[in-house]
């Protein structure tokens, strides 16, 4: 079988500068990087780019697949038959593929439903992206996502929630969660960040040691939705391996991070999108200390090297799937992080959470080839990623998702 060549690229390999280079595709895998223009053989497929961008494809870490419009008093997770459900989330999936992100990392989910996407994925029932599956949200009894409903509904373990209390029954409910095929573990340690109250404990501190200790010994990891600086602090000293929010981080949380080398999702979008469509609001308003105090510090958080994601509550009401690129383009334009790191965060760190940082990522010989080319130069302006039709080609280990190639103007 021939070989892809891209020649005259803009390559943005994920964590160094852009330049010139022409890339080389080989089955699933990048063959090559090359200064010059390579010599094709009579089978390969030689494509011009014309100085278009390649880089490597997207990580949303913080994916709910199954959000849809999600919001008010409904139990999250019950809104619609869980096969509904599903059919939402293999749409919001296909969304997330076609906006050039190549992996997602779940965020919480009803009805095994990322683990499953990823089985109909693998066996070729749809396309979609490479999937770390999520589970649903653990937590205590009557914490943020559990006490609007009332006792009666017995929710205990149903649609999002598996509330667990006391470390043998989180033990427990982490097993469940692993046997549904949940990958991630996503543990409620504190409310605030949207959920209501102001970032008080809802687990206790043994339930989320022996939450992080079953997940490690199940061969999978945790996550947590944490907002106060003790949380934040506890999480990472405890080995969770992504941190939710993580508002109140400070200095002490940098350096605990560095030594663990757990991830970050500040994931501010949300926030300033609930800021912004409802103004003076006092869900809006309660979100504002927060949100200002996680801007003003993310710069310093960057700079000190902490592996940042990018990953939020898309499908929440108002921050709908599909509109991913604005949270990357919030950090640059609005926060003031380079634009170079925001998509370092998205690709090259992303990959790292995952697990597959030796094969996706970057853009490097023998990588797996989840490649995007673009029309402009991300790095230079972020925006022009908000605009699915700069997506000229989306390539998922060496296949292409989609690809207008052969349209290019003088190819
Ligand atoms: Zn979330």
Request: glycine residues 12%; aromatic residues 6%.
């Amino acid at each position: 079988m021939g070989r892809l060549i891209l020649n005259n690229a803009n390559l943005l390999d994920g964590d160094k500068p852009a330049r010139k280079a022409h890339v080389v595709v080989a089955g699933e895998r990048i063959a090559a990087i090359a200064e010059a223009p390579l010599a094709a053989g009579p089978e390969d497929r030689v494509v011009d780019l014309g100085g278009r961008t390649v880089m490597p494809g997207m990580v949303q870490a913080h994916f709910h697949g199954a959000y849809w419009e999600t919001g008010g008093l409904r139990p999250l997770g019950l809104e619609v038959h869980p096969s509904h459900a599903a059919l939402r989330a293999a749409a919001n999936f296909r969304t997330a593929l076609d906006c050039g992100f190549t992996t997602t990392i779940g965020g919480g989910c009803p009805h095994a439903i990322d683990a499953a996407m990823k089985l109909a994925i693998a066996e070729g029932a749809l396309v979609g992206p490479r999937i770390v599956a999520g589970s649903r949200d653990v937590s205590s009894t009557g914490h943020s996502g559990d006490m609007s409903y009332p006792a009666w509904m017995k929710l205990g373990a149903a649609g999002s929630v598996h509330c667990a209390d006391g470390p043998d029954a989180v033990r427990r409910a982490v097993r469940e969660e692993a046997k549904n095929g949940a990958e991630i573990i996503k543990l409620f340690v504190t409310n605030g960040h949207g959920t209501g109250g102001a970032g008080e404990w809802e687990m206790a501190p043994e339930e989320v040691e022996m939450a992080v200790r079953t997940a490690t010994q199940r061969g999978i990891k945790t996550r947590a939705h944490v907002a106060n600086r003790d949380a934040v602090l506890f999480c990472i000293e405890t080995g969770v391996h992504i941190i939710d929010h993580g508002d109140g981080f400070d200095a002490r949380c940098i350096d605990a991070i560095l030594a663990k080398g757990s991830f970050l999702v500040p994931s501010l979008w949300f926030p300033k999108r609930m800021m912004t469509i409802a103004p003076g609001t006092a869900y809006a308003e309660s979100l504002k200390p927060d949100y200002e105090a996680m801007a003003a510090f993310l710069p310093a958080i960057n700079k000190a090297g902490v592996k940042l994601l990018t990953g939020d509550d898309f499908g929440a009401r108002g921050v709908n799937h599909g509109t991913y690129a604005e949270e990357l383009i919030l950090y640059v334009t609005e926060i003031g992080i380079p634009a170079l790191d925001v998509i370092r965060w998205a690709t090259k760190n992303g990959a790292e959470a995952t697990g597959m940082g030796d094969r996706l990522g970057t853009i490097e010989p023998g990588k797996l080839a989840d490649l995007l080319v673009v029309d402009g130069d991300p790095s230079a302006d972020i925006t022009v990623l908000r605009d699915r039709a700069r997506l000229r080609a989306i390539m998922l280990g060496g296949n292409f998702v989609k690809d207008e190639l052969a349209t290019l103007a003088g190819v």
